[in-house]
Structure formats: C-alpha cells, structure tokens
C-alpha cells in the first residue's frame, strides 16, 4: 500500500478485555516499530521487529502487552486485561530496509484505545 | 523514556513570523531527526540530522545540531497556518529505535 495503515481507527474496551490492534506497514519495509502515545505526550517506544524477529521489547509495559509478526509483513499488538492506563494511541511505524534506526520513520494514523 | 525535550512546550506566532523550537538530549547520538504530527494523526518525518553535521535545509525548514552541547534548533520561516502542528525531535539510542522528546505545540495565526 501506499502508506502504513492501521485498524481499527478507534477502540472502545472495558477494563478486563483483550484487544487485538492491527498495523499493515509499507510493502517492503523490514523494520517495525510500535509506540504508545499518551495525551499531550510524545511517542514511547514498546518493541520493535526485523522482518518476523523482535528484536526489542525492552518499553513493553507489562507482560499484558503481546506483539507478534508472523510473517514479516502485518503486525498484531495484544493487550490482554486492559486497564485505564493503557488508554493512549498506539502507533506503528515502518522503515526501508537494511536502515533501521539510522532512517526516516513512516508512522500510521494510528489507534486510539480507550479503556472504560 | 524520552531522551529528548523540547522546548518551549507552545508556541504562538502569526503567519509569516518564524518558529524556532529546541531539543535537548541526553545521551550520544548518531543522528537526530525532526517529525511533525497534525492534530489526530499519525507523525510525518521532516529531516534527519547526523551527528557529523551542523546545520542542514529541506525547503523553509532549518535545522542546527550542537553535539558538545547535546541540543538541536527547528526553525520553520515564514510560517504559515498549514505549519500548525506539534513538532517532535528524535534520537537514536542504542541503536535500535527512535526516543522521541514530549514536543513542542505550534500554533500559526493568519
């Protein structure tokens, strides 16, 4: 596609569900990168994958927090037993390959979660 | 964590005044980069410093990286009221994502 896309757009989940957000990155892109973004703050980041490796899932907030890329192309963020404070919108970006870190992020409009 | 802080946290000017916004980071860096996000969308890259550069141009965009003293300049002339948006600077730490500071909320008046 022509950029990254993610689903859904909105989500509304009470406190104890699990929920399921979807980022289909530029075709071709190797790298993946997820962030949560809390109101009025910047981006921070929770794992990233090369292809279908995570490499980092140093900022995942609890082991609530699942990411998967099966394949290497789509990936799937888990929040399991949501709670109040994971209400923030959730990020994805992709980069060009072999570039990681050292090149420009193409983030999606994201998902913005909110847990009642 | 955020490595990097912008500052000021908002600013206001009126259209065709020029912007400038400042980060701060903390740690050694190989490069630094500056992204934009409208209101309710996702964040668009601007430009990409590297730490063996000291100041680089895209368009009305400016940017001066400082690594003695671990800071980097945003100035956006002439601005226009399509420019308003919080603007986010980045830096790679460890190598392997992106940190990005809390950001600075511009907002261009005609």
């Known amino acids: 596609g022509a950029g990254v896309s993610q689903s859904p757009r909105y989500k509304v989940a009470k406190r104890g569900q699990d929920v399921a957000l979807r980022c289909d990155p530029i075709?071709?892109?190797?790298?993946l990168f997820w962030y949560q973004q809390a109101l009025g703050q910047g981006p921070e980041f929770l794992t990233y994958f090369q292809n279908e490796a995570q490499l980092d899932k140093s900022g995942l907030p609890s082991d609530r927090f699942f990411a998967e890329r099966p394949e290497g192309s789509v990936s799937t963020l888990k929040i399991q037993r949501t709670q109040q404070e994971d209400s923030a919108v959730y990020l994805c970006a992709s980069s060009s390959p072999d570039r990681g870190v050292n090149s420009p992020l193409h983030f999606g409009n994201g998902t913005r979660l909110t847990v009642t | 964590s955020q490595q990097g802080e912008e500052d000021p946290q908002a600013l206001s000017i009126q259209e065709g005044e020029n912007a400038t916004m400042n980060c701060s980071y903390k740690t050694s860096i190989n490069n630094l980069q500056w992204y934009r996000q409208n209101s309710g969308r996702g964040l668009v890259h601007l430009i990409l410093?590297?730490?063996?550069?000291r100041e680089k141009h895209s368009g009305r965009l400016r940017v001066t990286l400082d690594t003695s003293k671990k800071s980097s300049s945003l100035l956006i002339t002439a601005s226009r009221a399509a420019d308003t948006a919080s603007y986010f600077c980045?830096?790679?730490?460890?190598?392997?994502?992106?940190?990005f500071g809390k950001g600075t909320t511009l907002s261009v008046s005609s």
């Open positions: 980045a830096t790679d730490e460890a190598g392997t994502a992106l940190i």
């Open positions: 075709s071709g892109h190797v790298s």
């Open positions: 410093i590297r730490s063996n550069e």
